[in-house]
């Protein structure tokens, strides 16, 4: 498993540079300068960190892989394991981001991604990435778009929903949805959806992993 971990370090050191560059830049124009552009796009980190992961299919070099004799099981667990390390990636620098950037943005909501906060964009990412590994099984065509549309919009919606929420934390309509965090029963149940029905979409891939073949 660590050979196929070394085939997925590109993508995986990619993401790294990716998310650093992107937070060092936001993080230091927040810092130094009065424009709100900074700010703004501090904001969308998140969908970053979510877009990321979940355009990581893999499928390019799970297909080199299978050419040069790996075993489709130790293909399927590798991408797996490549896909959550790239999740825990993104997450940290996007709390990360937040945190560095504490007291230096006007809104208020500056530091609203905590621990607790990032666990719900955790499931997002994971459902989204679930998608896209069992996009990785399919030929192109209408079953491949509707499932990578499958798993990217709900995922998208659940964290322009707590964005909403965050930015919104002075509307009394948003109480009941605090505090933002996955120990709050209603989002403990919505980020419950997600996880089952990435584990679902999951096993879905392992067995269609079985019968993949590889593409010239």
């Known amino acids: 498993m660590l050979k196929m971990l070394v085939l997925y370090s590109q993508a995986l050191l990619g993401s790294l540079l ?22 703004t796009y501090i904001y969308a980190t998140p969908i970053l960190a979510l877009a990321l992961p ?22 399927y667990w590798s991408l797996q394991l490549a896909s959550l390390l790239m999740i825990g990636i993104c997450l940290a ?8 950037s504490a007291g230096w943005m006007v809104h208020r909501a500056s530091v609203s991604w905590t621990w607790g906060g990032t666990a719900l964009l955790f ?24 499932t990578v549309f499958a798993g990217w919009g709900p995922s998208f919606l659940l964290v322009m929903a707590v964005e909403v929420c965050l930015l919104l934390d002075d509307e ?29 979409l ?15």
């Open 18 to 39: 990716t998310m650093v560059v992107y937070m060092l830049v936001l993080v230091t124009g927040v810092r130094l300068t009065d424009i709100g552009l900074f700010e």
């Open 54 to 75: 979940s355009m990581f299919g893999g499928g390019t070099v799970t297909n080199l892989a299978l050419g040069f004799g790996a075993s489709r099981r130790l293909c």
């Open 93 to 100: 620098v996007t709390w990360l981001t937040f945190h560095l």
């Open 123 to 146: 499931c997002a990412c994971e459902f989204a990435l679930q998608s896209s590994i069992l996009t990785c099984t399919m030929e192109k065509g209408w079953r491949r778009s509707l």
């Open 172 to 200: 009394p309509l948003f109480d009941v949805l605090r505090p933002l965090n996955i120990l709050n029963p209603i989002w403990m149940t919505v980020g419950g959806i997600f996880l089952a029905g990435a584990l679902v």
């Open 202 to 216: 999951a096993i879905i891939a392992r067995v269609r992993f079985n019968k993949l073949v590889v593409r010239q």
